[in-house]
C-alpha cells in the first residue's frame, strides 16, 4: 500500500513538474524496480531450502503414490464392477422416480378434469333424456366453475366451442316442442271447452240444489210438522250430491287433457338463456292466429245446435288454456294480455253470433242457442272473465226468439182457424162439459142450468187458442230462465211478449181470417162471438203471469195486456167484414132483377128476386141475434140503406133510358116490400119508424110519381115541412126525362087525345121547371 501511495504521488508529480517531469519519474522508477527485485531475490533466498526439502519430500512419496494409485484403480474397478447393477438398478429407480411423478401429476390433472367430463357427460345425457332446462343449468356449472380450471386443455376449448350450438338446439328443440303443444291445445280446444262448460253445469246444478235445501230449511221453521216432503227433499238433495260426486269423478281437468309441461320447460329454457322476451312475444302471437283461427266460425253454422256447441267449447278451451298458463307461469301472459284478448273475442263473438242467429227459424234452436250461451257465459265468468255483453246479446237474441215464437204461432193460430167448424161446441154430458171448462175459462150461470145436451157460445178455436197462449208463455218464459234478471223484468217481458202475441200475430190471423173469401156471415158472426169471449179471458191471462213471477198486477210498473183493444180491433173488422158481405149478397140478389122498364101494367105482386133477398135477409137476421145488439142493429140497418141504395141505383142507370109508369108502379110494389120487411123489426131494439127511413128517399120519389104531384113539390121545395123534401131535383128530373121518352114511344097518336096532349105539355112544363131549378141550384153552389 504503501508502496501503492508512492507511485500515486510519483504519478501526480510527472503531471505536477515541469519541464522534466517525465525523465524523473522513469529514473525513480527504474529505482523502484530494482529495489523490488532485491527484494524478491532476498525472498526466494530465504525460502529455497523449504523448496528444496519439499521437492525431496516428493520424490519420497513418488514410490508410494504410484502404488496407491495403482490400488486405487484395482479398487476403483472393483468398485465399478461393483456398481454396476447398483447404477442399473439406480437408473430404474430414477425412470420409476419420474414415472410416479408423471403419474401423480397426471392422476391431479385428471381428477381436475374429471368433474368436467362428468359434468359434460351428465349435459350429454339430459340432452339425449330431454331434460333441457337442467341441461343448460349444467352448461352454466361448467362454463362459471369447471372450464376455468382446465381452459388450458383442447379438450376444454372444444366443450366451450360446442355450448352454443347445444343451446341453440335446445332453443329449437324446445321451440318445436312448444309448437307441438300449441298444435296439441288446438285439436284438443273444444274437448278442454266441453269439460270445462260441462263442470260449469253440473256446479250450476249443485247450486239450484243448494238453494233448494236451503228453502226447505226456511220451511221448516214455519211448517215444522211436514215431515214427509221435508224428507222427500232431503232425498233429492242426497241424490243430487251422489250424482254430482259420480260426475266430479268422470269429468276430467283440463291437467288431465293436456300436457302443459312444454310451455314450462320452454319458458324456463328461454328465461335461463336470457330471451324470454322472444319467447313470450312468439307464444302471445301464435296463441292470437289460433284465436283468430278459433273464433272463426263455419258457414252452417247456424244450421244446427251442435254447430254453435262446436263454436262455443273451442273457444272455452282456448281460454281456460289462457288462463291456466297465466296462473302458472309468470309473466308469460298477464291479465292485461288476456283481457285485450277477450275484449278481441267477445267482440268477434257477439258479430259472429249477431249475424248466425238472425238465420234460425226454430224457436227450439234459437232457445238452445240461448242455453249455450248462459253456460259459455258462465263458464268463463268462473273464471274471471266479463261477460256483461254476452247478457246484452242475449236481450236481442231474446227479440229475434220472439219473433220466432210469433212465425210459429201465426201458424198454429192458422191451424186452429182453418180446423174450426166455427160453430158452438155442442156438450153432451158432464164430462164433456169439464174437459172445456178445464182448457178455457168460462162461467155462465145460465149455461150450468140447462140440461144436457146443450152448447157453449164459442167455437173449438176459442179454448185452443188460449191453450196456445199459455204455451206461448211458457215458451216466452223458458228465454228469461238464466238470465239473471229479477221478477220484476221477467214479468214485464213476459207481458210484452205476449202482447206482441196478441196485437200482432192473433190479431193479423184474425184479421186474414175474416178478409177470406169463403168465410161467411154465420162464420163471422162467430168469429165475433169468439173474439168476444177471448177478450174476457184476457184476465185470466194476466193471473196466469202473475202466478208464474209473483209480480202483482197492482204493481206501478206492471205491463197490462192488450187483449181488450186486440179483440175489439178484431171485432170491428169483422163487423165491417159482415157489412161488406151483406151488402155484397144484397147486390148479388139486386143483379137477378129482371123489370120490364115498359111495362104499360104491374103484376101486382112484388118480384121474385126482392122477395128472396126479403127471406135471407130474415133468416141472416135470426143468426144476429147472439150478437152484440147495436152490431145486429148496425147490421140491418145498413143492409136497408144499401138495398134501399141499390133500388134508387138502378132507377137512375144511366144505361136505362126509357121507363113506363107501369115499371114505375111495379117498383112501388117491390119498395112497399122492402118497407114492410124494415117495419117487421128483423132485429129488435129499433125505436119507432127509425128503420123504414132508410127507404124514405124512394118512397118520396115513387109517391111523388105515383101521385103526379109535382105542384105541391114545386111550391114547397126547400121547405123544412115539404111532403117531398128527401126528393132531389135532379133525381126527379132525370127519371121524369125517361118516363117523358117512354110517353113518346108508346104514345104515336096520343097528340090526337087532348088528355094525353095535356099530359105531355104537363111533363114538358114540369121538366123545363126542374132544369130551371138544378140550373139554380148549380149556379148558387
Known amino acids: 500500500m504503501k508502496s501503492l501511495h508512492l507511485r500515486t504521488q510519483h504519478s501526480r508529480s510527472v503531471y505536477d513538474d515541469q519541464p522534466n517531469a517525465h525523465k524523473k519519474f522513469m529514473e525513480k522508477l527504474d529505482a523502484c524496480i530494482r529495489n523490488h527485485d532485491k527484494e524478491i531475490e532476498k525472498m526466494c533466498n530465504f525460502h529455497h531450502q523449504g523448496f528444496v526439502d519439499a521437492i525431496t519430500e516428493l520424490l519420497k512419496v513418488r514410490t508410494d503414490a504410484e502404488k496407491l494409485k495403482v490400488q486405487v484403480t484395482d479398487t476403483n474397478r472393483k468398485f465399478q464392477d461393483a456398481g454396476k447393477e447398483v447404477i442399473v438398478q439406480t437408473e430404474d429407480i430414477i425412470r420409476c422416480r419420474i414415472q410416479q411423478r408423471n403419474i401423480t401429476t397426471v392422476v391431479e390433472k385428471l381428477q381436475l378434469c374429471l368433474p368436467v367430463l362428468e359434468m359434460y357427460s351428465k349435459l350429454k345425457e339430459q340432452m339425449s333424456a330431454k331434460r333441457y332446462y337442467s341441461a343448460l343449468k349444467t352448461m352454466e356449472q ?30 329449437e328443440i324446445s321451440m318445436s316442442d312448444l309448437k307441438d303443444f300449441l298444435e296439441s291445445i288446438r285439436k284438443h280446444s273444444d274437448k278442454i271447452g266441453e ?80 330471451d324470454e322476451e322472444t319467447f313470450e312475444n312468439y307464444y302471445r302471437k301464435q296463441r292470437k292466429k289460433q284465436a283468430r283461427l278459433v273464433l272463426q266460425p263455419q258457414s252452417n253454422m247456424h244450421e244446427t245446435v251442435d254447430g254453435y256447441r262446436r263454436y262455443f267449447t273451442q273457444i272455452v278451451g282456448f281460454f281456460v288454456v289462457e288462463d291456466h298458463i297465466l296462473h302458472v307461469t309468470q309473466g308469460l301472459v298477464t291479465r292485461a294480455y288476456t283481457d285485450e284478448l277477450w275484449n278481441m273475442a267477445l267482440s268477434k263473438i257477439i258479430a259472429v253470433l249477431r249475424a248466425h242467429s238472425s238465420y234460425c227459424t226454430d224457436p227450439d234452436l234459437v232457445l238452445e242457442l240461448k242455453n249455450l250461451i248462459v253456460l259459455f257465459a258462465d263458464t268463463l ?61 168460462f162461467q155462465d150461470p145460465d149455461l150450468e142450468k140447462q140440461s144436457f145436451p146443450k152448447k157453449f157460445p164459442m167455437s173449438q178455436s176459442v179454448p185452443h187458442i188460449y191453450i196456445q197462449v199459455k204455451e206461448f208463455i211458457y215458451a216466452s218464459l223458458k228465454f228469461s230462465e238464466s238470465l239473471h234478471r229479477s221478477s220484476t223484468e221477467i214479468d214485464d217481458m ?89 151488402n155484397q149478397k144484397i147486390d148479388e140478389f139486386v143483379q ?21 133477398l126479403i127471406n135471407f135477409l130474415r133468416s141472416i137476421f135470426q143468426v144476429f141475434t147472439h150478437l152484440p145488439g147495436k152490431v145486429a142493429q148496425t147490421a140491418c140497418m145498413s143492409a136497408c140503406q144499401h138495398l134501399s141504395t ?56 115513387l109517391d111523388l110519381f105515383m101521385v103526379w104531384d109535382w105542384s105541391t113539390y114545386l111550391a114547397d121545395y126547400g121547405q123544412p115541412a115539404s111532403k117531398y123534401l128527401r126528393v132531389n131535383p135532379n133525381t126527379a128530373l132525370t127519371l121524369l126525362e125517361k118516363m117523358k121518352d117512354t110517353s113518346k114511344k108508346n104514345n104515336i097518336f096520343a097528340q090526337f087525345r087532348k088528355n094525353d096532349r095535356d099530359k105531355q105539355k104537363l111533363i114538358e112544363t114540369v121538366v123545363k121547371q126542374l132544369r130551371s131549378l138544378v140550373n139554380g141550384m148549380s149556379q148558387h153552389t
Not at 516 to 538: D, R, S, W
Request: a negative charge; hydrophobic letters at 35%.
Open 142 to 171: 361448467l362454463e362459471n366453475v369447471y372450464f376455468p380450471r382446465v381452459s388450458q386443455y383442447r379438450f376444454c376449448q372444444l366443450m366451450i366451442e360446442n355450448l352454443p350450438k347445444l343451446r341453440e338446439d335446445i332453443k
Open 195 to 274: 269439460t270445462a262448460m260441462k263442470q260449469a253445469q253440473q256446479q250450476k246444478t249443485f247450486s239450484v240444489a243448494l238453494q233448494k235445501q236451503n228453502r226447505v230449511q226456511f220451511g221448516k221453521n214455519i211448517h215444522f210438522n211436514d215431515r214427509i216432503p221435508e224428507e222427500r227433499n232431503e232425498v233429492e238433495l242426497k241424490r243430487a250430491f251422489e250424482e254430482e260426486d259420480e260426475n266430479e269423478e268422470e269429468v276430467l281437468t283440463v291437467q288431465d287433457l293436456v300436457d302443459f309441461s312444454p310451455v314450462y320447460r320452454c319458458l324456463h329454457i328461454y328465461s335461463v338463456l336470457g
Open 381 to 441: 265468468q268462473g273464471y274471471g272473465f266479463p261477460v256483461n255483453r254476452l247478457f246484452d246479446l242475449l236481450f236481442e237474441i231474446r227479440d229475434q226468439y220472439n219473433e220466432t215464437l210469433l212465425k210459429k204461432w201465426t201458424g198454429v193460430f192458422r191451424d186452429i182457424f182453418e180446423e174450426d167448424n166455427y160453430s158452438p161446441i155442442p156438450i153432451v154430458n158432464e164430462e164433456e162439459y169439464k174437459v172445456v171448462i178445464s182448457k178455457f175459462p
Open 494 to 582: 213476459l207481458r210484452k211478449s205476449t202482447n206482441l202475441l196478441l196485437t200482432r200475430t192473433l190479431s193479423s190471423c184474425l184479421l186474414n181470417l175474416i178478409r177470406k173469401p169463403h168465410i161467411g156471415l154465420t162464420e163471422l158472426v162467430q168469429i165475433i162471438i169468439n173474439t168476444t169471449h177471448l177478450e174476457q179471458a184476457c184476465r185470466y191471462l194476466e193471473d196466469f203471469i202473475t202466478n208464474i213471477t209473483n209480480i202483482s198486477q197492482e204493481t206501478v210498473h206492471t205491463t197490462r195486456l192488450y187483449g181488450l183493444s186486440t179483440f175489439k180491433d178484431a171485432r170491428h173488422a169483422a163487423e165491417g167484414e159482415i157489412y161488406t158481405k151483406l
Open 592 to 612: 137477378l132483377a129482371d123489370y120490364d122498364w115498359t111495362m104499360s101494367e104491374p103484376d101486382g105482386r112484388a118480384s121474385g128476386y126482392l122477395m128472396d
Open 646 to 701: 141499390s133500388l134508387m141505383q138502378m132507377l137512375l142507370d144511366s144505361e136505362l133510358k126509357q121507363i113506363s109508369m107501369g115499371a114505375v108502379q111495379q117498383f112501388n110494389l117491390d119498395v112497399i116490400q122492402c118497407e114492410l120487411f124494415a117495419s117487421s123489426e128483423p132485429v129488435p131494439g129499433f125505436q119507432g119508424d127509425t128503420l123504414q127511413l132508410a127507404f124514405i128517399d124512394l118512397r118520396q120519389l
